[in-house]
């Protein structure tokens, strides 16, 4: 039978080499991306770089006790529910729909997606985790935090088939669901004290940023 903490222990032990394999892997994403002969097939693969990155970060979360299992399962249902019902009246964040670049859809939603929001939530927070602001302070930090994030994933969203909006514009309403929900599902995060201080994940969200502010540069 696997040991997962073995598996888990044996990454943590090997930390310099593991960031560098994710350096690699989103290096050779980017140039897949930027490269118009390789670019569908790279798009396709996005589902699959958010799943791995969710996975190394998972592997340095320091416990997965009940409880915390259940808050990120609750994460997930509620933010592809949320995300569901924007995409389909247009209510939450604009009117926009999504492109095939996020994998397979249930009610016009990627399945994913609501597995991208629980990896930004639970990374902005580590990040705030390395400050030493009162609470309030730190769970702001974190929304303004995948607020930034947002600003920058718009302008590449829709070069990557992720998704658009009907507007030329991406309206401020989304930008205020974003900021709203991410202030939400952080402070649950801290009522109930799940533990996000992680070694790895302010790495993966750094080198996230990098990558979607060389492809905007590129692309554009």
Do not use: C
């Amino acid at each position: 039978m696997i040991n997962i903490r073995n598996i888990a222990q044996a990454f943590r032990s090997n930390f310099s080499y593991l960031v560098s394999i994710i350096i690699i892997f989103y290096l050779v994403g980017f140039f897949g991306l930027t490269m118009p002969s390789t670019r569908p097939f790279f798009i396709h693969l996005t589902p699959f770089a958010l799943l791995l990155s969710s996975l190394v970060v998972g592997l340095f979360h320091s416990k997965f006790s009940a409880k915390t299992i259940l808050v990120f399962i609750f994460i997930y249902a509620a933010s592809f529910i949320v995300e569901l019902i924007g995409v389909n009246t247009g209510s939450i964040f604009g009117h926009y729909s999504y492109g095939h670049g996020l994998g397979v859809k249930l009610f016009n939603t990627p399945l994913i997606i609501g597995l991208n929001w629980l990896l930004l939530v639970y990374v902005s927070n580590s990040i705030m985790e390395l400050s030493s602001w009162p609470l309030m302070l730190k769970i702001v930090g974190a929304s303004f935090l995948l607020l930034v994030y947002d600003l920058l994933l718009e302008q590449v969203a829709p070069q990557l088939a992720m998704w658009t909006f009907s507007e030329s514009v991406v309206p401020v309403q989304n930008y205020v669901a974003w900021f709203v929900l991410a202030l939400l599902f952080s402070l649950l995060m801290k009522l109930l004290k799940i533990n996000t201080k992680n070694r790895i994940a302010p790495i993966v969200f750094g080198i996230q940023i990098v990558f979607f502010i060389a492809i905007l540069l590129n692309l554009n």
